[in-house]
């Protein structure tokens, strides 16, 4: 059974920083691309940013240069490193990878992130 574990959300002010981590377990973990999503009241889910082992991490443009995106592969973890952050980064942050063999998206359950003074 996969599980997908956020950790690391909360309150902050604008400028302050952030790190959320999200623990896998159920999958072989080093060949998953792991990813975090994001989901703002009334808007779509958004891809944040990617990581694949071997590959260099892609990034949605609104983030690139202020978020960073890592895998502990040894520990089934991957982070994202927020800093900088601003209120229009205020959603629920979501970690999500998909089964390479069937194409499955798996998820995990979110996590709040509030940017405000």
């Known amino acids: 059974q996969v599980q997908l574990v956020e950790s690391g959300g909360g309150l902050v002010q604008p400028g302050g920083s952030l790190r959320l981590s999200c623990a896998a377990s159920?999958?072989?973990?080093?060949?998953?691309?792991m990813n975090w999503y994001r989901q703002a009241p009334g808007k779509q889910r958004e891809l944040v940013a990617s990581a694949t082992s071997g590959h260099s991490p892609n990034y949605a443009d609104s983030v690139k240069g202020r978020f960073t995106i890592s895998r502990a592969n040894a520990k089934n973890t991957v982070y994202l490193q927020m800093n900088s952050l601003k209120p229009e980064d205020t959603a629920v942050y979501y970690c999500?990878?998909?089964?390479?063999?069937?194409?499955?998206?798996?998820w995990g359950q979110g996590t709040q992130v509030t940017v405000s003074s």
């Open positions: 159920g999958i072989i973990f080093a060949i998953n691309t």
């Open positions: 999500n990878t998909q089964s390479p063999l069937s194409g499955e998206d798996y």
